[in-house]
């Protein structure tokens, strides 16, 4: 039992230790660029563009934050609406910028869930559920991606377009199987005293839509900045940010770094397009990563402060 407590007191400390971590690496990501370019990267973007683009990064926050309420339905559980909009919202804040986001966001909702009385084995159903969702999105979205995305975006070699629609084939098999499985499959899989059920087929087509809807707001958030530069058309856009998503989020490389520049830089060849590039995606790692962190660190502080200060009354 006392083993049993240090653990979970190690395991809830974890997710403070997560969050320092995705700000010292958000501060690795921007700190290469002065002061002066953060600053000209956001005041050249017209108001009207910014404030799309604000838009966006919160809708595809709210978006985000609702994965943990798919997970809580996974599991049959019921929470206040503030508890898992926190919780997921601290989470993502804290994953999308440190990497490795079952580790990183598995932490911040141990140390959530588990003060909401939420039993360890349920919140690993729920982290891995959310996983899911993710990944399952990832299948449609590559699936869409690759029709979308112009051949020139990759080099356009024979051994990259076979690698693309290998993948692309792959998630139509990945797709299939946990849609077929969602309705026909019922036995429980048990792992290492976990038992996990495949969801409902509507609970899956729900994951399906809220995690390409999290992407397609994040999408925005770059093309908002972008456009009022480079005359670029929403679907070559859109197809080449869904493989660089994915692509990022795979690498573990937070913030998906130089995948990006890398798809991109194909995309809009050219020096000035080049910089302009750069530019838009420093804009973008400031509304869509730095600006929830920061955010969050504030609401993640004032919980805590709350609680404990409830606690010692």
């Known amino acids: 039992m006392k083993a049993s407590s240090v653990l979970n007191k190690f395991i809830s400390w974890l997710g403070l230790f997560f969050?320092?971590?995705?700000?010292?690496?958000i501060y690795r990501q921007l700190s290469k660029y002065s002061?002066?370019?953060?600053k000209n990267a956001i005041l050249s973007i017209p108001k009207k563009n910014l404030a799309l683009a604000l838009a966006a990064s919160f809708i595809g926050y709210v978006a985000l934050s609702t994965y943990d309420y798919l997970a809580l339905k996974y599991i049959k559980k019921k929470l206040a609406a503030w508890k898992w909009i926190l919780t997921g919202f601290v989470g993502f804040s804290v994953s999308n910028?440190?990497?490795h986001a079952i580790v990183s966001g598995g932490a911040v909702r141990y140390r959530f869930y588990s003060r909401w009385n939420i039993a360890p084995s349920d919140i690993v159903k729920m982290v891995t559920f959310s996983g899911f969702t993710y990944l399952v999105a990832c299948f449609f979205l590559i699936i869409v991606g690759y029709f979308l995305t112009p051949e020139h975006a990759f080099g356009?070699?024979?051994s990259t377009e076979m690698s693309t629609l290998?993948?692309?084939?792959?998630?139509?098999?990945?797709l299939f199987i946990y849609l077929w499985a969602s309705i026909y499959y019922k036995k429980d899989l048990v792992i290492k005293g976990v038992d996990f059920k495949m969801p409902k087929f509507k609970l899956a087509l729900e994951q399906i839509f809220i995690g390409s809807l999290d992407i397609l707001m994040a999408s925005l958030v770059l093309y908002s900045v972008l456009i009022c530069f480079v005359e670029i058309d929403f679907i070559t856009f859109m197809g080449a940010f869904i493989i660089a998503q994915v692509l990022g989020v795979y690498s573990q490389v937070p913030g998906g770094l130089g995948v990006f520049e890398l798809v991109f830089s194909n995309i809009l060849p050219g020096q000035d397009n080049q910089a302009i590039l750069f530019g838009a995606l420093i804009a973008y790692r400031i509304i869509y990563y730095l600006l929830p962190l920061i955010l969050s660190g504030i609401v993640l502080f004032c919980y805590e402060y709350l609680k404990n200060k409830k606690n010692s009354i």
């Open 156 to 158: 356009g070699n024979e």
């Open 35 to 38: 002061l002066d370019e953060l």
């Open 19 to 25: 969050f320092i971590l995705a700000a010292y690496m």
């Open 97 to 99: 910028n440190a990497g």
């Open 166 to 174: 290998v993948t692309m084939i792959l998630s139509v098999i990945g």
